[in-house]
């Protein structure tokens, strides 16, 4: 059960960018796992040259992520959405940018599995008899805190109030003065930005190599659908759902049947609340 | 093989078993029989400890290597008749070991094989420390160890690890002719391309691969597959990884699938893992190198 929350807390901070970009602003970036990928080699970098925390480059580099994230979708607003394109090319897109970094990673690091050191790595706590693994805890606290300041940002500020305005009535928000291109740049570019810390969390987990963002597509998407299109508090609570589903199936059933039930809690919720947990 | 090309592999388990295929080729010194290659040294060690291990558990990805790996290892228990307590697989996709190897905890095997891939090795080694799984002998088919980020990464935690392997820098391997000089030129140009560093696991293997085909076609004096195919099938090629002869199925006529033991890790440093010491050959008895630290908590402190 534990170890399922940890696991929960960490996925909320992989899907997050899904359920903004995705959730918030209806955009189908598959891309987002390979950004979170490139967060990992990053990280990597970083770490094995400077030997710097994995958590403070992914902490460093957001601005860059965020920088990336604008000019993607800046790209994909003129190519696409502003043609009314969107969906079925819009896909293509980010098909294409996701094997583009894929490639581009694999031709740059090869394909050799890169691996982290922190002082944490190996360390655990025992708490009543429970052992506690930095490395789930870390990323789990941090994926906690990450949720917290993005819901606060959603709610707290104006760009935030302004992302969740874009998301309900683009129309309306002109006639507010505001620009939503320019509020969807920023909230695409808040998506990518939160794949800089996600990629530092998952390298201190597991060992990476580019094709590793395959193994998150369906739990990222996963999340955010049940969790409640767009709902920040919902991708949390999701993430910690599949994630105690799954430690739970691995420990008393087989690990074999993890995913599949997993997934199959997404659909027997959706089939009684399609919106999501908490969506509207 | 619809075109009846010579074909060598790189390390597939078991590729030909249902293909049969006359003109396929394995470099992997896994044997006639390459279901049981990965595990037989793990169980035969594990056979002759004392006090004799009596119950087993295994573990592995839903992938097709771990899967050939653990249909070898089920056949192999039920051999020296181990009782077997768990014995589950997960999906690939695994994020989480912890809760599989709390659960083999629970079930207290005397030893625990594992057949696993990289990303899925280093989450069970990682989660065995941080749950205190300590069976009397812990590893088996982990692909990955031997890789050398792998090895640097999870440093002293490899120590008592008792895992299958192809190639040690260990004496009866060093003196193989031209070994040397390969991994000399080899580790220069890994430098500079940024692959694996000291190349102990495939790129031995590969360029034997290369020793064999260039042998084969200068003896038949042409292209021709079929001839090619004959004469790989009829000789005994001189390679870096020593005197290779194929047999049925186009694997090794005699398996030589090493189990190795991790000892005396000390930190990250990538210069301890040059020489010998470090993985120290147990299986097969003409290539050992040393002796298993046995149980492996006593290889572990």
Redesign the interface.
């Known amino acids: 059960m534990v170890?399922?929350l940890?696991?929960g807390g960490?996925?909320a901070a992989v899907s997050l960018g899904v359920s903004l970009i995705f959730g918030l602003l209806d955009i189908a970036n598959i891309a987002q796992p390979a950004f979170v990928i490139l967060g990992s080699y990053a990280a990597y970098v970083m770490n094995d040259a400077l030997g710097l925390d994995p958590i403070l480059t992914g902490l460093l580099l957001t601005p860059l992520f965020y920088g990336l994230g604008a000019l993607v979708y800046r790209v994909y607003y003129a190519s696409f959405e502003r043609r009314g394109e969107e969906s079925l090319r819009g896909l293509v897109f980010f098909f294409g940018i996701l094997f583009i970094m894929e490639v581009s990673l694999s031709l740059t690091?090869?394909v050799?599995?890169?691996?982290?050191?922190t002082a944490y790595?190996?360390k655990?706590i025992d708490l009543g008899g429970v052992?506690i693994?930095f490395?789930?805890l870390v990323p789990c606290l941090v994926g906690i805190a990450m949720t917290a300041g993005l819901y606060l940002f959603l709610g707290r500020t104006f760009y935030g109030r302004a992302i969740m305005a874009v998301s309900q009535d683009q129309l309306a928000l002109r006639l507010m003065g505001a620009n939503p291109v320019q509020i969807k740049t920023i909230a695409f570019g808040v998506g990518i930005a939160a794949a800089s810390l996600a990629g530092a969390l998952l390298i201190s987990?597991?060992?990476?190599i580019p094709s590793?963002d395959r193994?998150y597509i369906g739990r990222m998407f996963a999340i955010t659908v049940l969790g409640g299109m767009g709902s920040i508090g919902g991708t949390l609570v999701a993430a910690v759902v599949l994630?105690v589903a799954?430690?739970?199936m691995?420990?008393f059933f087989?690990?074999?049947w993890?995913?599949a039930v997993s997934f199959g809690i997404l659909l027997l919720a959706l089939a009684v609340r399609p919106a999501g947990l908490f969506g509207r | 093989m619809e075109r009846k090309l010579t074909v060598i592999g790189m390390f597939g388990l078991a590729n030909n078993e249902k293909y049969q295929y006359p003109n396929y080729f394995q470099i992997q010194p896994a044997g006639p029989d390459p279901q049981t290659s990965t595990a037989i040294g793990f169980f035969e060690l594990a056979a002759r400890q004392n006090p004799k291990p009596q119950t087993v558990a295994i573990v592995g990805a839903d992938a097709e290597y771990p899967q050939n790996a653990l249909v070898g290892a089920r056949e192999l228990i039920k051999k020296f008749g181990l009782k077997t307590v768990y014995d589950k697989t997960y999906p690939p996709s695994t994020v989480d070991y912890t809760p599989i190897v709390r659960t083999i905890k629970a079930t207290n095997p005397d030893i625990v094989f594992v057949a696993s891939y990289p990303p899925d090795s280093v989450g069970m080694l990682r989660a065995a420390h941080e749950v205190g799984l300590q069976p009397k002998i812990l590893g088996g088919g982990m692909v990955g160890l031997m890789f050398t980020t792998v090895m640097t990464s999870m440093g002293p935690l490899l120590n008592g690890i008792v895992n299958y392997d192809f190639w040690a820098p260990e004496p009866p391997f060093l003196a193989m002719p031209g070994i040397k000089e390969f991994l000399k030129e080899y580790q220069a140009r890994a430098e500079k391309a940024g692959v694996d560093p000291l190349g102990y696991y495939l790129p031995p293997y590969s360029y034997a691969v290369g020793q064999v085909l260039a042998q084969a076609i200068e003896a038949t004096k042409g292209f021709d597959q079929q001839k090619i195919a004959d004469h790989i099938r009829a000789t005994e090629f001189n390679t870096v990884v020593g005197k290779i002869k194929f047999g049925k199925n186009g694997e090794w006529a005699r398996g030589r699938t090493l189990m190795v033991q991790y000892q005396k890790i000390q930190g990250p440093g990538i210069d301890q893992f040059r020489g010998p010491g470090k993985k120290v050959v147990l299986y097969p008895d003409d290539l050992k190198s040393g002796n298993i630290i046995y149980p492996y908590s006593a290889a572990k402190n």
Do not use: H
Not at chain 1, 112 to 117: A, I, P, T
């Open positions: 170890a399922g940890l696991l960490f996925y690091f090869g050799d599995y890169r691996l982290v050191q790595t190996s655990s052992g693994a490395r789930y987990i597991a060992p990476v590793t193994d994630g799954e430690s739970l691995a420990t087989g690990p074999s993890s995913l």
